[in-house]
């Protein structure tokens, strides 16, 4: 039996597949067209669905659509939706008739997806035959709340029987919250929070005040505030006051000509920052109170689902669980004893969370899908590496252990490009598709970040053997996603200082050999080499580019940036004479 997810409700469009217990595929559709969050989030683009990403799953699971059981798709264009259309108009005031409009979009392009998966499909035949019959095949539809969806894709693959849900990020119909309970195969919901009180688009206003793209932008927010004090943290407070039982309000206006909608609060914050402007401590300082603000809201809700649901585990998914900051502060005060954060926690994991919810809600398969890792989009032979790099006469070479070989690179001060195994699932690069080099030189982090053209005063991350994590952070816990942001020891911060953020932080992922055997031991070698078992990971890709998925991509990358070296596969590509 097949269950084929799709999201494509706002943006991160994405597609996955489950059979026989287990996860087959999980794609972003960004990876295929190379443009960033795949389309706006807009109810205007069927054109944009994600049929390079279901096409993908379809053809590792070796598959035709009309061999498919059950399509899931994250959104629910129900009644309630059309209920909320009213409210959500008039919040708006004077833009009421755009919002109106723009709601009853949503609803139409949602409730029709199908069809348009249908008529839109791309004149590339080996994709469109599988959309063309959409209409003729026998698989039953089904429509999941977004906001259901993204509870399912954190609890169910995760390692727990019971546990707490959290779901946050800017809308999903006219739900942006979610607290819940997870019982083996149930969730239970226990609160909604409804839009306009939405933390995600508080977060993405401040993004936008301070200069940065609005949905695009707010990791870098999140760096950013650790150069500054919470000074405007009380200002900002009364746009997020907090309300009894877990809940809270939002006030502000959505709409540009306000920005926040209230003139005295604009006055105090001083004027916003024109896009490319020189940063200042004042804008630090506003990102610090944002984030404060952020965090101690999320800790008023888990105070709540605490009490209510007395669990012991914390499931976190919505796009603003990919807050590391946030989610550290989560793991250390919430009461917790362990907080698992899905690694697509943006929209992108709602086509997951669809699947999984048919699956184990409609068809009744017990639990037994645990991701202990996230390596579940497209990969290459080594008979397809070689061929394209000799059809496109780039000279290589073969080495017999690549891993070695790429270790001695970068303690030589090399910038290195891996490109090896299955991508990643979720926006971060977990070994598989990363840009690698030496902590140990701070300068490092200046090269990298001028190579990907990122503002310097973005960290870089660290990837860390399992064995060693205690060592250099002052918690032991496996971290393989990069979902938290911890603490690095004292006397480790100037042997790595170029991962080491300002706040003496790092977004550390720990890399197991039962799940990534190469990669580990490429660390591991170069912990051999220089007694520092981690190394820089960012993910390969460029300015304006999402990770690259296949092989043309990742030499365009290589060409196209300061790197030194990649290794594709087991063959090795250099700039430098003495690396060929």
């Not at 205007?44 to 399509?71: K, Q, V």
């Not at 609803?107 to 199908?114: A, G, L, P």
């Not at 926040?260 to 920052?273: D, I, K, M, S, V």
């Not at 209510?308 to 796009?319: H, I, K, R, V, Y």
């Amino acid at each position: 039996m097949y269950v084929l997810g799709i999201n494509s409700a706002y943006h991160e469009t994405s597609s996955c597949i489950l059979s026989d217990d287990s996860i087959l595929a999980c794609v972003e559709e960004e990876r295929f067209t190379g443009i960033r969050h795949a389309r706006p989030p807009s109810p205007y683009g069927s054109w944009l669905l994600p049929f390079n990403a279901i096409n993908y799953c379809l053809e590792t699971a070796n598959c035709r659509m009309s061999e498919i059981d059950h399509i899931a798709y994250s959104f629910q264009p129900n009644s309630r939706l059309l209920g909320s259309i009213s409210r959500i108009a008039c919040s708006l005031i004077r833009c009421s008739s755009v919002a109106l409009e723009h709601e009853l979009a949503y609803w139409y392009f949602n409730r029709r997806i199908f069809r348009f998966l249908r008529e839109n499909a791309p004149s590339d035949h080996r994709i469109r035959r599988n959309f063309l019959t959409i209409g003729e095949h026998s698989f039953k539809t089904h429509f999941v709340a977004h906001h259901l969806c993204h509870a399912a894709s954190a609890f169910y693959p995760s390692p727990y029987d019971t546990a707490a849900i959290l779901s946050l990020d800017g809308i999903g119909e006219s739900c942006s919250s979610m607290m819940a309970l997870g019982q083996d195969t149930k969730i239970q919901v226990l609160k909604e929070i409804d839009y306009p009180h939405s933390l995600g688009f508080f977060y993405e206003e401040i993004t936008k005040f301070l200069g940065f793209r609005r949905g695009h932008d707010e990791y870098k927010v999140m760096a950013l505030a650790a150069l500054g004090t919470p000074k405007y943290y009380d200002k900002l407070r009364q746009l997020v006051p907090l309300k009894p039982n877990g809940r809270y309000e939002v006030r502000i206006s959505f709409y540009p000509e306000l920005l926040f909608g209230q003139q005295e609060l604009l006055n105090a914050l001083g004027p916003p920052r024109l896009w490319d402007a020189t940063l200042t401590e004042r804008h630090a300082d506003i990102a610090a109170s944002a984030q404060k603000v952020l965090e101690e809201t999320i800790l008023h809700m888990l105070q709540w689902l605490k009490k209510q649901t007395q669990a012991d585990n914390l499931c976190l998914a919505g796009g603003v669980a990919l807050n590391c900051v946030m989610n550290e502060r989560i793991r250390q005060e919430a009461g917790f004893d362990h907080v698992w954060v899905q690694p697509a926690a943006n929209d992108a994991g709602t086509s997951l969370g669809a699947a999984l919810w048919i699956w184990h809600q409609m068809l009744k398969h017990p639990r037994g899908i645990t991701m202990d890792h996230a390596y579940y989009g497209p990969e290459f032979t080594d008979k397809e590496i070689e061929q394209t790099l000799t059809t496109s006469k780039i000279p290589f070479r073969h080495c017999s252990d690549i891993a070695s070989a790429c270790a001695e690179l970068i303690a030589k001060g090399q910038i290195i490009g891996w490109f090896q195994g299955r991508m990643e699932w979720g926006p971060r690069a977990l070994g598989n598709r990363s840009i690698l080099g030496d902590p140990r030189n701070l300068e490092m982090k200046t090269k990298i970040n001028q190579l990907k053209s990122r503002e310097q005063f973005r960290p870089l991350a660290p990837s860390i053997v399992t064995e060693a994590i205690a060592q250099y952070f002052e918690s032991s816990e496996p971290s393989p996603f990069m979902a938290f942001a911890r603490k690095v020891r004292s006397e480790r911060i100037q042997e790595i200082p170029a991962v080491v953020h300002a706040d003496g932080t790092a977004r550390v992922q720990t890399v197991s050999q039962d799940f990534n055997p190469l990669f580990h031991r490429l660390i591991s070698r170069f912990g051999d080499l220089t007694g520092t078992p981690l190394v820089i990971n960012t993910s390969l890709n460029y300015e304006g580019k999402p990770i690259v998925a296949n092989i043309k991509q990742a030499i365009d990358c290589f060409f196209n940036t300061g790197l030194d070296s990649i290794a594709l596969g087991p063959f090795l590509i250099s700039k430098h004479e003495d690396a060929q």
